[in-house]
């Protein structure tokens, strides 16, 4: 059955995900108004912070009926034990699915440093990890080559398949559509398989949206930033980000072997405004409100 653009665009928006930190989860009780349940809710681990409490968070996003996928963080695992017991507390909890993650810690822990070593312990699955969610770096990454980039991705798809794990990508946040949809052409004649999960950024800021971007590394920002120079009069006024949303419904609907599978959104802070706007693109496929 061919699905319209507005279709695509509103299953897209039903489908989303959202990245929390476990304290603003812990403020809000929980509640996440205009999330349905049932929804993913991805609970970041920073550096610094204890699983535990990402564990809290996960235990109230459950008692709040939603789907917690907590990030496990390679660099933040201080041996094998350290993550039998992070996947043994998941399990416990009835949460097996996770985000793995190399983290943002400049020094690791202990004993691993990326992901791929994560997943050759087989550990994740041993303990009953079904789900696991990797990281997709549609502009590349500071520390790796575009060909690095293709090869760990092609050896986690490897991994998940040999030890019968759903894995999916989660890709950082992007402003322009473009190098985004290039990039999935690139993955898929490289002989990449897993869906992806494009990265959103939620209805906050330029002034926001560039802070993060420099700090995430994602180039696009210092290229928003310049178009966005002349325009001062909206450096505190929310983005749209319906365009980026539109040309990923335009690819799943015009191209059938497409990886383009969900969105998942990065609010960073502005979490009210941007779960509102996407449950009116969720019932109008037009992105105002209903």
Not at 18 to 31: A, D, F, K, T
Not at 180 to 200: C, M, S, T, Y
Not at 244 to 265: K, N, Q, R
């Amino acid at each position: 059955m061919i699905r319209s653009l507005d279709q695509v665009r509103a299953d897209l928006m039903r489908e989303s995900s959202i990245e929390l930190l476990p304290s603003r989860i812990l403020e809000l009780s929980g509640v996440l108004p205009d999330l349905d349940r049932g929804s993913r809710v991805f609970v970041t681990w920073l550096p610094g912070v204890p699983f535990v409490d990402v564990l809290a968070a996960c235990d109230l996003l459950k008692l709040c009926g939603y789907l917690p996928v907590p990030h496990v963080a390679a660099r933040s695992i201080r041996d094998t034990e350290h993550l039998r017991d992070i996947c043994a507390a998941l399990i416990e909890r009835d949460i097996p699915r996770m985000l793995l993650i190399a983290g943002g810690a400049d020094k690791p822990a202990g004993i691993f440093t990326d992901t791929v070593q994560v997943l050759e312990t087989e550990i994740p699955a041993q303990a009953g990890i079904r789900t696991v969610y990797v990281a997709g770096h549609p502009e590349g990454h500071p520390q790796a080559s575009e060909k690095q980039l293709e090869q760990y991705l092609l050896r986690k798809q490897e991994l998940a398949r040999a030890q019968g794990l759903n894995m999916q990508i989660i890709t950082q946040f992007c402003f322009d559509a473009a190098p985004v949809l290039d990039w999935e052409k690139r993955l898929r004649a490289a002989g990449i398989k897993l869906p992806i999960n494009l990265g959103v950024y939620g209805l906050t800021t330029p002034k926001t949206l560039v802070r993060y971007g420099l700090a995430c590394g994602v180039g696009q920002s210092l290229r928003f930033m310049q178009k966005q120079r002349w325009k001062l009069h909206r450096w505190f006024t929310p983005c749209n980000p319906k365009g980026m949303v539109d040309a990923i419904a335009g690819s799943i609907a015009e191209t059938p072997d497409t990886l383009f599978h969900g969105l998942h959104f990065y609010p960073f802070g502005a979490i009210a405004r941007t779960l509102e706007w996407r449950r009116n693109l969720s019932c109008s496929g037009t992105g105002e409100p209903s």
